[in-house]
């Protein structure tokens, strides 16, 4: 869905926050992010397109450090926005249509 609504050309711009890593141990933890990285069902898919991850642990510089990824960021339009016409219901735009 998420994909849907962006479209492929966006996904530069995304950063995808993880976040409780206080709650798990490293091991854990690594093996989890890896998971999420390297599998389709996850977020492998948005960062072949470029997008990113980032942990937050719970601190302002962590929080400051994700920010300052995405301030250089070029804005592009969502998917959503260029793909919707003002006489579509909702249900039937392309992004939200269920497949």
């Known amino acids: 869905m998420f994909r849907k609504l962006c479209g492929d050309t966006t996904l530069q711009n995304v ?13 854990v933890g690594d093996a989890r992010e ?7 069902a996850f977020f492998k898919p948005v960062l072949d397109k470029g997008g990113q991850m980032a ?4 601190t302002v510089a962590s ?7 995405i301030l ?16 579509a219901r909702i249900s039937q735009r392309p992004a939200l249509a269920k497949n």
Request: net charge neutral; aromatic share 6%.
């Open 15 to 27: 950063v995808i926050v993880t976040n409780m890593w206080g709650e798990v141990g490293s091991r």
């Open 34 to 40: 890896a998971e999420l990285m390297e599998d389709d």
């Open 55 to 58: 942990r937050h642990n719970n």
């Open 63 to 69: 929080a400051e450090s994700i920010i300052r990824r």
């Open 72 to 87: 250089d960021n070029r804005p592009l339009p969502l998917r959503t926005r260029w793909n919707w016409s003002a006489s």
